[in-house]
């Protein structure tokens, strides 16, 4: 009996703690304080404390609702100011100063409980001041027109840089992005109500370069997308404005084209020119923005400036200049320090791409088109010669998209398409001197990429380069040999569609046995590509073409050919796979197992 009662002596004192702890947590969500620390345990029942429901914190609750009511009465005191203002009672000007003076007090007041450690109370104020300051200014600009453009685009800057600046030194996320969103939709919306292209384009380029710099330091790096693609947007629309055929519309006739394409030539400097600055000196890989936003920034900020100074009638050789000489400084960085870092293969790609871009167009803006042509030519081989060299692809790739926008610049892709679809009865575009450059200067780049290094384990896309060239050379080749044989003919009439016809049959028959003896005998393995392709294309020729438009004299030799070639070409692939190495052959079959990786 008396362990019986020590036991629920026991049991009765675990009770009266838990009652104890309980009372202490009612008294703390009623407001009546911290409850005192309930008495020390010794065992028992500490999971009781873990089963009872909690309650959402009442002081937070209260916090929140405070806030929020505080803030709508702030809002009632701006329109306050406003109904004064609109009433007369106070003079429009007077009453925008009011207004300003009220939201600065709001950001004075966000920054005193941000310095206290008091972020959300801090973030609550600097949304009000942006609630009242950046509508104040669009309505005083664009309602009132109290306001000139150029006082509303530095009163948007410096109350965005103000409230910026305090989201940066108190280390309030929210209010950076509210204030930089804010910024920019009342810099586009003014842009758009006062026609005042070039200020407000100035203003968006300026909040694009404070905000790419500012996110560096406290990495708040998704806040530069917004900013960049304002900026972009602001170019973009004034330089087609001002390139537009006749000149600017009516309501836009206050844009100076030299002021728009001077800040689409900044759009270029704040941000492809930073991110090199950058990169190169922190010695850092480029990052996904930094890619599409050069894109962007070279398409929309040097192609606008470009097509304004054409607009304008003053030329845009100094541009094409100046595009070749930043293209040279990008492969001199690429091949001087970028390549000797094999871990920044992702820089390589960037600076050289960024450089690629500035040759082909100022190429064309400083020789011309037909100079141009000559020009390509040049950096095909330089970039395939060197690519070889240092065993990077990119390069190559380089190579093969000059000497292909050197084809169809020249004429050598038209004639190529003539050569082998026009009809016998029409003209067909002439293979001029410019033409037959390109065919010769793909053929050379071709057999230079073909002795790089480390090709023996290359995959199918590292070898893309040198089948593009092999092609552009091929077409070149062939169309023009189809074309000298034809006029050579001389046949006219009905007889004309069938020589024609038999004619391309044998040019590809013996193109299909070219190129396998090519890939079977030289280390060019693309070249095996292009025949069952060649042999099938000859297939369907001599069913759709030569049949219907042939007779027997020119039905002969299209079938004898292209039989030969049928017999030839399979037996010259089987046979270089028979010669070759065991590790090419089974890289050809697809069973290499870990091919070494192609250098970017």
Not at 170 to 194: H, I, K, S, Y
Not at 279 to 285: G, Q, V, W, Y
């Amino acid at each position: 009996m008396e362990d019986r009662v020590a036991l629920l002596e026991a049991r009765v004192g675990e009770l009266a703690e838990t009652l104890s702890r309980v009372e202490g947590r009612l008294r703390a969500l009623e407001g009546s304080g911290v409850a005192a620390a309930p008495p020390a345990r010794t065992g028992g029942l500490e999971e009781d404390e873990a089963l009872l429901p909690r309650a959402p914190d009442a002081a937070r609750v209260t916090n929140v609702t405070g806030l929020v009511g505080g803030s709508f009465l702030g809002l009632a005191g701006a329109f306050l100011v406003r109904a004064v203002t609109e009433a007369g009672t106070i003079p429009p000007a007077a009453g925008v100063a009011l207004g300003l003076a009220y939201a600065a007090v709001w950001a004075f007041l966000a920054d005193r409980e941000g310095g206290r450690g008091r972020a959300l109370v801090a973030s609550f104020h600097g949304f009000l001041c942006v609630a009242i300051g950046f509508p104040l200014v669009f309505e005083a600009t664009a309602r009132f027109e109290m306001v000139p453009p150029v006082v509303a685009a530095a009163a948007t800057g410096t109350l965005t840089a103000l409230l910026v600046a305090l989201a940066w030194r108190r280390d309030l996320q929210a209010l950076a992005w509210g204030a930089t969103l804010a910024g920019l939709g009342t810099a586009l919306a003014l842009l758009v109500e006062t026609r005042a292209g070039e200020t407000f384009t100035a203003l968006l380029l300026a909040l694009g370069a404070g905000s790419l710099w500012l996110t560096y330091g406290r990495r708040w790096h998704a806040l530069r997308w917004p900013a960049a693609l304002a900026a972009d947007a602001a170019v973009a629309v004034t330089s087609f404005l001002a390139a537009r055929d006749g000149g600017p519309p009516e309501a836009w006739k206050e844009l100076s084209p030299g002021a728009v394409a001077a800040l689409a030539l900044v759009l270029v400097l704040v941000y492809p020119g930073s991110f090199a600055a950058r990169t190169l000196s922190r010695l850092r890989s480029v990052n996904p923005f930094e890619i599409v936003q050069t894109l962007l920034a070279l398409l929309v900020g040097y192609g606008g400036a470009v097509a304004v100074a054409r607009a304008a009638g003053v030329g845009a050789t100094g541009l094409g200049v100046a595009a070749l000489v930043l293209a040279a400084g990008g492969y001199a960085v690429a091949l001087a320090f970028v390549e000797k870092k094999p871990e920044w293969g992702a820089n390589f790609v960037f600076f050289t791409s960024i450089a690629l871009v500035l040759a082909l167009s100022g190429s064309r803006l400083v020789f011309g088109e037909r100079g141009a042509t000559t020009a390509w030519c040049v950096l095909g081989l330089g970039a395939a010669a060197v690519g070889a060299r240092v065993g990077r692809v990119s390069l190559q790739a380089h190579a093969a998209v000059y000497l292909a926008v050197a084809a169809g610049a020249s004429g050598l892709l038209g004639a190529a398409v003539d050569a082998f679809g026009a009809s016998a009865g029409t003209p067909w575009a002439p293979f001029g001197g410019s033409a037959a450059l390109v065919a010769s200067a793909a053929a050379v780049a071709c057999g230079v990429v073909a002795t790089a290094r480390d090709r023996d384990g290359l995959r199918v896309a590292p070898r893309l380069p040198a089948f593009v060239l092999l092609l552009l050379a091929a077409a070149g080749a062939g169309g023009l040999l189809v074309t000298v044989l034809v006029r050579s003919v001389g046949a006219s009439g009905p007889a004309a569609a069938g020589a024609a016809a038999a004619i391309r049959t044998g040019v590809l028959a013996l193109a299909a046995v070219a190129l396998a003896a090519l890939g079977a005998r030289t280390p060019l393995r693309e070249a095996r590509w292009l025949v069952i392709p060649l042999l099938a294309l000859g297939a369907g020729k001599l069913l759709l073409e030569d049949l219907p438009a042939g007779r027997p004299a020119t039905l002969f030799p299209a079938f004898a050919l292209y039989g030969a070639a049928l017999l030839a070409a399979p037996r010259l692939l089987r046979s270089a796979r028979r010669q070759g190495s065991p590790r090419a052959a089974a890289a050809e079959e697809g069973r290499d197992a870990a091919p070494p990786a192609a250098s970017a």
